[in-house]
């Protein structure tokens, strides 16, 4: 009888240690991959300078925003935005530009131009969300 129970004992530890392993596996690929909310991460950026005096840069960012935030640009980097910003076209209203660089609409609300010192000009149209 005593060996039986040590037997059931050992078997039972054996399992609860499988299984505590197995919801350590599994938190950990279920983290992995995602981000914090309300923080944004680049994916991917493409730069075209075949073209003189000009640069095409194309950059797709993931972000986990909170609840009434949306995917924006805040001092040229990836952010969460209110999506009021984003849905009215008002992109200056996020910040969009570095320091020192001044932000004006595009004549069409399309996107938006940051202008520095010297005539330097850099414009920024956001590509419409695919449909999901």
Known sequence: MQSGMRALCAGGGASLCCLLML???????????????????????NRDSSQPKRTIARQTARCACRRGQIAGTT???????DARIVKSKQWCEMTPC???EICGLLFNRSGWTCTKGGGRIKTVTPLPKEPS
């Open 23 to 45: 919801w350590i596996i599994y938190t950990h690929l279920l983290k992995e991959g995602q981000l914090p909310v309300g923080t944004c991460e680049i994916v991917m950026l």
């Open 98 to 100: 570095s320091e020192g």
């Open 75 to 81: 001092r040229a980097r990836p952010a969460c935005v």
